[in-house]
């Protein structure tokens, strides 16, 4: 009986985690260079007004082999290594919305989801029939939609907002580890050194042992 309880207990605490899990779409991030670069445009276009990006400067893009010529139009006057500072003060961001805009720099990891969520959230948004905008994911957000999907009908269109929201969180996860690739890529030789180094101790230990023998 005792079982029976903690059992149904596990599961209430579960279960709601489960339901908001499963709403979220499966986001598969491109770590492409051309991804991530068509990624920080459209961002530029469509988010920068409202949102900083303060842990990324724009010598981070052109080292990351953005094109110089689009840093140089989005920087304007300010340094290489200014940060991507939004282009709403927190004052205006406080009068339209009574609150002021998150930073995305890590927005990737500091949800529940991820990338998966944050992409969910930006194609979440729906109407319904009275003409009121929604969102599934984030159904209080004060954020208007910022791709227009609520007001997209048409398929061809729809699907070109879904690339565009695929490559602006993909630049969102490369903002929020830059060095995760590296990181990979360096694993990959450690672990390579490590299997060559075994073999030759191994190879080692079985000469002098023949020796000893
Ligand atoms: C007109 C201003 C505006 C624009 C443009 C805008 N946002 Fe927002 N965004 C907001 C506001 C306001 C919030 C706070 C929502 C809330 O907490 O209710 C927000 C919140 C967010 C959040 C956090 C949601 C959460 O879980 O707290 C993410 C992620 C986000 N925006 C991404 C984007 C992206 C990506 C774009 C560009 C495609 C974008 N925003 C464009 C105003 C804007």
């Known amino acids: 009986m005792n079982k029976f309880f903690i059992s149904l207990m596990l599961c209430s605490f579960v279960s709601p985690v489960w339901s908001a899990e499963a709403m979220l779409e499966t986001f598969k991030v491109d770590t492409d260079l051309p991804a991530i670069a068509r990624g920080v445009d459209d961002l530029m276009n ?20 953005i094109d110089r010529q689009k840093i140089d139009g989005w920087r304007g006057d300010q340094p290489m290594d200014a940060p991507l500072a939004s282009l709403m003060s927190d004052e205006a961001a406080m009068q339209s919305f009574n609150l002021v805009p998150p930073d995305l720099s890590l927005m990737t990891k500091a949800r529940e989801g991820g990338a998966s969520y944050v992409y969910s959230y930006l194609l979440g948004y729906y109407n319904t029939p009275d003409g009121v905008t929604h969102n599934h994911i984030f159904p209080a957000t004060k954020m208007p939609d910022p ?9 061809a269109q729809r699907e070109e907002i879904r690339k565009t929201a695929h490559d602006i969180v993909s630049f969102l996860s490369w903002a929020a580890d830059p060095h995760e690739q590296e990181r990979y890529r360096l ?27």
């Open 187 to 213: 694993g990959y030789y450690v672990i390579g050194y490590l299997v060559i180094l075994t073999l030759l101790l191994y190879f080692v230990k079985k000469q002098i042992w023949s020796r000893l023998k």
């Open 46 to 65: 469509n988010c920068h007004s409202c949102h900083n990006l303060k842990y990324v400067t724009y010598l981070d893009l052109a080292k990351l082999g």
């Open 147 to 155: 791709l227009g999907m609520s007001t997209t009908t048409d398929h």
